[in-house]
């Protein structure tokens, strides 16, 4: 730290993210990307735009807005494009978060964004099995974000939980982050429509193969909307670049593709969950597209470091509260078979 930063960052712990090896040596299953690449239109969308990277891109993601718009079922008014889902979580945090509570086990940058600009953050313990008490969050006062399904545990409330959670505080803004809703959960966009302090954020990081291009979305009423604009309009209007742009829009249209993988990665996931409880592992029930491992024999550095030199990458989050789990993105059918053998000869060599 210099002697120049600003004492307000002075104990900035920022956000880790997953390691991204640089050499293909590994089965990566630790950041919870696609295991497949972008269909052939959006490869295609993406390189004819290249060739006009020396002019500026629209600043209102008109076309994908309005392919966005129609996807998600809500207005053009409704609907703003992001530099990923971290970009709306950001400027809902900034915008939204003098007070603020969120779940103690979830997302890891929500709590840097807390500090990041000084919130009074209420951290809500989940109950022993790991899940959301929605009751919890009923009349807060505060802003409230909750990830749903919830990462790492993947567990998911219902509509009808989330929507007591938005009606019992509607003097504040509630954030419902949908990043995993495609493999399992059921969107309350439609509820935007109902009430005014909603804003669901949705990426395609993860369901539509696009977690190098950067592309997230917010989507609220016209009045949230027009915040998190200004705010995106002080920062960086070209916040969504070219090539992303025409990517997103192209793989809008490819989006029944990319439904039928997300519910294929579903079906994985829970054939994989069942041989792991078989193996004697203990796991939450998830809808996204990992899975939350403990047990078998293995302490949650075991499995990943055991399993790092066996070519596998997983999550391993140390030193705290979940430090005996991990969490394993779900992978192809023939990734998800090398993991499972792989786990089950560290438990043997346990033994
Ligand atoms: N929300 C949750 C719960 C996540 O796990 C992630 C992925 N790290 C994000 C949001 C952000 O995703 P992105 O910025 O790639 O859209």
New binding site residues.
């Given amino acids: 730290m210099s002697s120049f930063l600003d004492k307000r960052f002075a104990s900035l712990e920022a956000y880790v993210p997953g390691e991204q090896p640089k050499d293909a040596k590994y089965i990566k299953l630790n950041?919870?990307e696609s295991p497949y690449p972008p269909s052939p239109a959006v490869a295609e969308a993406a390189r004819a735009e290249a060739e006009k990277l020396n002019l500026y891109c629209d600043p209102d993601c008109t076309l994908l807005r309005r392919e966005a718009a129609a996807l998600f079922g809500v207005g053009e008014e409704n609907v703003l494009a992001f530099n990923?889902?971290?970009?709306v979580?950001e400027f809902a945090f900034m915008a939204y978060g003098a007070k603020i509570a969120f779940p103690s086990i979830?997302?890891g940058?929500y709590p840097v964004f807390a500090r990041l600009f000084g919130s009074d953050a209420l951290k809500v313990p989940l109950r022993e099995d790991m899940s959301i008490d929605h009751r919890d969050y009923l009349s807060l006062g505060r802003t409230v974000v909750i990830?749903n399904p919830n990462?790492p545990t993947g567990l998911a409330l219902s509509p009808g939980q989330i929507e007591e959670i938005v009606r019992s505080n509607s003097g504040s803004v509630v954030v419902i982050?949908e990043?995993?809703v495609d493999f399992g959960a059921e969107s309350v966009i439609p509820l935007t429509k109902k009430y005014d302090n909603l804003l669901v954020?949705r990426?395609f990081?993860k369901s539509h193969s696009l977690?190098g291009a950067?592309l997230?979305f917010g989507i609220a009423g016209e009045e949230i909307i027009r915040d998190l604009n200004t705010i995106r309009n002080s920062t960086n209007p070209y916040n969504v670049n070219r090539m992303t742009q025409a990517a997103g829009t192209a793989a809008i249209r490819d989006n029944e593709l990319y439904m039928s993988r997300c519910r294929a990665v579903a079906r994985t996931r829970d054939r994989i969950a069942d041989e792991l409880k078989k193996a004697g592992f203990e796991l939450t029930a998830s809808k996204a597209n990992f899975l939350f491992v403990r047990g078998g024999g293995l302490s949650g550095e075991e499995i990943y470091s055991g399993l790092r030199k066996r070519g596998v990458l997983v999550r391993w989050f140390s030193g705290g509260a979940i430090s005996d789990r991990v969490r394993v993105s779900v992978g192809t059918e023939e990734q998800m078979d090398v993991f499972l053998a792989e786990l089950k000869e560290l438990q043997n060599e346990k033994k």
């Fill in positions: 950041t919870n990923g889902s971290d970009e979580l979830s997302y940058f990830a990462a982050d990043a995993y954020t990426t990081s977690a950067r997230g």
